[in-house]
């Protein structure tokens, strides 16, 4: 059964930056889109960013593009997630997801595999 650990998260000031890292074991990695969600309180759990098998494609929600970058090292099973210029409104917790389809989704209901998320709050 595939496993996700994410890891990275804090407590960072306004226009500072962190990086989330997602470990993945019990899966085949390398054959899954894999996908950065968050969820703030309230609210209902949102796409931040998603990327191919491979790493050569990736998508990102607008409120994030040009901000953040998602990677992937498919030899150590690990996504990344690089946040910069955080916003208050990035706080939340954060969730890796790994999904079996093809396409990258952005969706949750596309993702079968999904981590214990890891709280980002940014202070102004």
């Known amino acids: 059964q595939g496993q996700l650990v994410e890891s990275g998260g804090g407590l960072v000031q306004a226009g500072g930056s962190l990086r989330l890292s997602c470990a993945a074991s019990?899966?085949?990695?390398?054959?899954?889109?894999m996908g950065w969600f968050r969820q703030a309180p309230g609210k209902e759990r949102e796409f931040v960013a998603a990327?191919?098998?491979?790493?050569?494609?990736?998508t990102y929600a607008d409120s994030v593009k040009g901000r953040f970058t998602i990677s992937r090292d498919n030899a150590k099973n690990t996504v990344y997630l690089q946040m910069n210029t955080l916003k208050p409104e990035d706080t939340a917790v954060y969730y890796c997801a790994a999904g079996g389809q093809t396409w990258i989704g952005r969706r949750p209901s596309e993702y079968q595999y999904w981590g214990q998320g890891t709280q980002v709050t940014v202070s102004s």
């Open positions: 019990g899966l085949t990695f390398s054959r899954y889109v």
């Open positions: 990327i191919s098998w491979s790493g050569s494609s990736s």
